[in-house]
């Protein structure tokens, strides 16, 4: 059973920031937070992953919170090619890797909007 | 790079066939993985592989086999179709220094 729950879709409007939830209060201290996303029906892409402190990248930033039972995905400045199914996952990870091993729950459907 | 490729993208089979479904990538990555997608659903883990000549089972492996001869390679057999395994089949790969995995674009299975 995945280890995280999302609400089952959110709305935002474009060029606002998305910020999406995920609650993971049975993560344990060696487990890292992931956020993936799957557009239409193509494979699941990576966004961000982290483990206690607070990530940035190009395409998104992600803020865990101090006792790590919950984190938040936040989308800057949506676009309506943002549009689709994110997925907050918790795995352990070895060495820098999850060893190929990820356990989907059925993520938030995000719809933007013009 | 291609990255991981899939074929084929589509199949049609009848209850009891046998097939295939095949998964190769070009980025030397060690580790590689197999998840089916049923409509409405979450991706769940069917087997994986650390390296050529290891795999594992996932969550739904019943049905299933899989083998790695080879680095690049990790075909997926279904030895006895069912209705059942009607799916989007997803094959991933991900490097031992890298905690993104990277996914094939799909293939999709029906069984009558």
């Known amino acids: 059973d995945a280890k995280t729950t999302q609400p089952t879709s959110m709305d935002c409007a474009e060029g606002r920031a998305a910020n999406l939830p995920c609650n993971h209060s049975?993560?344990?201290?060696?487990?890292?937070v992931y956020w993936y996303r799957q557009i239409h029906s193509q494979g699941p892409q990576y966004i961000i992953h982290?483990?206690?402190n607070n990530e940035t990248n190009e395409m998104a930033s992600l803020i865990i919170t101090e006792d790590r039972k919950s984190s938040t995905l936040i989308l800057p400045h949506a676009t309506l090619r943002d549009t689709a199914v994110y997925y907050c996952?918790?795995?352990?990870?070895?060495?820098?890797?999850?060893?190929?091993?990820?356990?989907f729950g059925r993520g938030t459907q995000l719809t933007v909007w013009p | 790079n291609a990255g991981v490729t899939q074929t084929p993208k589509f199949q049609v089979l009848k209850t009891g066939q046998s097939m295939t479904l095949q998964c190769a990538q070009d980025?030397?990555?060690?580790?590689m993985s197999w998840y089916r997608q049923d409509p409405g659903m979450g991706l769940r883990l069917i087997h994986y592989?650390?390296?050529?000549?290891?795999?594992d089972q996932g969550e739904v492996p019943n049905g299933y086999n899989v083998s790695r001869s080879t680095t690049e390679d990790f075909p997926l057999r279904l030895l006895s179709a069912a209705p059942s395994q009607t799916s989007v089949y997803f094959c991933?790969?991900?490097?031992?220094?890298?905690?993104?995995?990277?996914f094939g674009p799909g293939t999709r299975l029906t069984v009558t």
């Open positions: 991933a790969s991900s490097s031992q220094v890298s905690h993104e995995q990277y």
């Open positions: 049975t993560i344990s201290g060696n487990e890292y």
């Open positions: 982290g483990l206690k």
């Open positions: 996952i918790v795995s352990l990870a070895d060495r820098g890797s999850t060893l190929g091993r990820l356990y």
């Open positions: 980025m030397n990555h060690e580790y």
């Open positions: 592989s650390v390296g050529a000549g290891i795999t």
